[in-house]
């Protein structure tokens, strides 16, 4: 399988701080894309970062993306309770297909 | 504008029956695809198609059946249903052309229970 790997599995933090999810993946890729899903909703598209990009930004939201180490992380800043969901890395993979990681549940605690 | 809409939301099948989950969108999006979520496997890709007439198998297409003949609406068939896939299905959809950079819009989901 193609399929990344979020890392923490589950993380929980007091509002006001900062999250960092990381995700690792095996194959070569043109696009990492990062999604939030709500308990019982679909995945809502976060940010797109290319792989000739090192960092972007989008609001309180940062990626990087080593692809030597084939790896990416999300920052959230400045964290909510609203940020509370399960957060997903997905890569392109073999011709116009998506490939999604297991998710990391986060938890923003009021 | 309702972007992707999939129906029914909830659905209960025996074992051997078949159904059709709808997938419909508004954004004349090309390229659709279903995926199937399942506790600690993430989302696995069933079926997607990058166009009218065209289809394509993903990771775990088998026990399902695609067929895209109009750009809105892409339906997932189970022709006799299993237990293994009791799961949740979504759908999305996303601009042909750039779809590796385009991102994906998704549906809320058919939860769906095979007994």
Redesign the interface.
């Known amino acids: 399988s193609q399929q990344g790997e979020e890392d923490p599995q589950a993380l929980s933090i007091q509002e006001g701080e900062n999250a960092t999810m990381n995700c690792s993946y095996k194959t070569s890729i043109n696009n990492l894309q990062w999604y939030r899903q709500n308990s019982g909703r679909g995945l809502v598209h976060l940010i797109l970062i290319r792989s000739n990009e090192r960092e972007k930004h989008s609001g309180r939201l940062r990626v990087t993306l080593d692809t030597s180490k084939k790896s990416s992380s999300l920052l959230i800043t400045a964290s909510r309770a609203a940020d509370t969901a399960s957060y997903f890395c997905a890569t392109d993979g073999r011709g116009n297909q998506f490939y999604f990681g297991t998710g990391t549940s986060l938890t923003v605690i009021p | 504008n309702a972007g992707?809409t999939q129906t029914p939301k909830f659905q209960v099948l025996k074992t051997g029956q078949s159904m059709t989950l709808q997938c419909a969108q508004d954004m004349n999006h090309e390229?659709m695809?279903w995926?199937r979520q399942d506790p600690?496997?993430?989302?696995?890709?069933i079926h997607?198609s990058?166009g009218a007439g065209i289809t394509?198998q993903?990771?775990v297409p088998n026990g399902y059946n695609v067929s895209r003949s109009t750009t809105e609406d892409f339906p997932l068939r189970l022709l006799s249903a299993a237990p293994s896939q009791t799961s949740v299905y979504?759908c999305?959809s996303s601009r042909a052309g750039e779809?590796?950079?385009s991102?994906?819009?998704?549906?809320?989901?058919t939860r769906l229970t095979v007994t």
């Open positions: 992707v390229y695809s995926y600690g496997m993430g989302l696995r890709l997607y990058v394509d993903g990771e979504f999305a779809v590796r950079g991102p994906l819009h998704f549906g809320n989901g």
